[in-house]
């Protein structure tokens, strides 16, 4: 089975899609598939010192996959570096990695709000924008890609998925919810990345859509407990020490 997990930034699957995301690549048979297709960069670009809050989120992401995957089998990656390469899908250049029988792409787009202390202004090329057409343009804060139409961002999405596909297996997606009634107050950028997705599955009629509920989890009681938990929490402190050793928080 190859599991695609669609997030915006580089915390909202193992915030929202856990222990899913562990339980999509636990067996040596399967494969999981994380796309960030925002920077998280919070409006501050590839600047940042001494780390760009872009990179160390990534670097976030990287361990926690890192982790899970050592979780499941400790010789898995034992010795094994987190190749990185850059790759290019429908004219558009995305960076690549890959651990055991895990792979991540982060597209790098803006990310929806510029922050400044409390205040949050969107961005002007944000998914948002580039969906509802308000712009026609939006560059990776590297500069690497240029997404002209919203139509141009699905390609690039839904050629990534035939791209990790596996002949003879099964093929699943998790997203963010859009039903207001059931996931309300979700972040801009996690609801266009869902309807992306959306989009791309149709390409897919056979593969389940997973959709899950975020922000509103909080109010929810708790629902994990045992291993399921463990696995929870140690995701998190992976990610937590990507974000604390390279000065974010």
């Not at 636990?26 to 920077?39: C, N």
């Not at 760009?52 to 976030?60: Q, S, T, V, W």
């Amino acid at each position: 089975m190859v599991s695609v997990f669609a997030v915006a930034h580089q915390d909202d699957w193992q915030l929202f899609m856990n222990p899913e995301a562990y339980h999509a690549m636990d067996e040596p048979q399967e494969k999981a598939v994380f796309i960030h297709v925002t920077a998280g960069d919070a409006g501050a670009g590839v600047g940042g010192e001494p780390v760009p809050y872009y990179l160390a989120r990534e670097e976030g992401a990287l361990r926690a996959v890192r982790f899970m995957a050592n979780a499941a089998d400790p010789t898995a990656g034992k010795g094994v570096a987190m190749a990185g390469t850059v790759v290019e899908y429908s004219g558009h250049k995305v960076q690549r990695y890959a651990y055991a029988n895990a792979v991540v792409y982060f597209l790098r787009i803006p990310d929806g709000n510029i922050v400044n202390g409390t205040v949050y202004t969107p961005h002007p090329q944000s998914l948002t924008r580039l969906r509802g057409g308000e712009t026609d343009v939006t560059e990776t804060i590297d500069g690497a890609a240029r997404y002209q139409s919203w139509a141009e961002l699905v390609a690039t999405l839904n050629a990534i998925v035939k791209a990790e596909q596996v002949a003879g297996s099964g093929l699943t997606f998790h997203i963010a919810e859009l039903d207001e009634s059931l996931n309300p107050g979700d972040h801009p950028d996690h609801r266009a990345v869902a309807f992306a997705m959306e989009d791309v599955a149709q390409n897919h009629p056979c593969a389940p859509l997973y959709r899950h509920i975020e922000y509103f989890t909080r109010t929810k009681p708790m629902n994990l407990a045992g291993e399921d938990y463990m696995i929870d929490v140690g995701t998190w402190a992976a990610t937590a020490s990507g974000l604390s050793d390279n000065y974010a928080k």
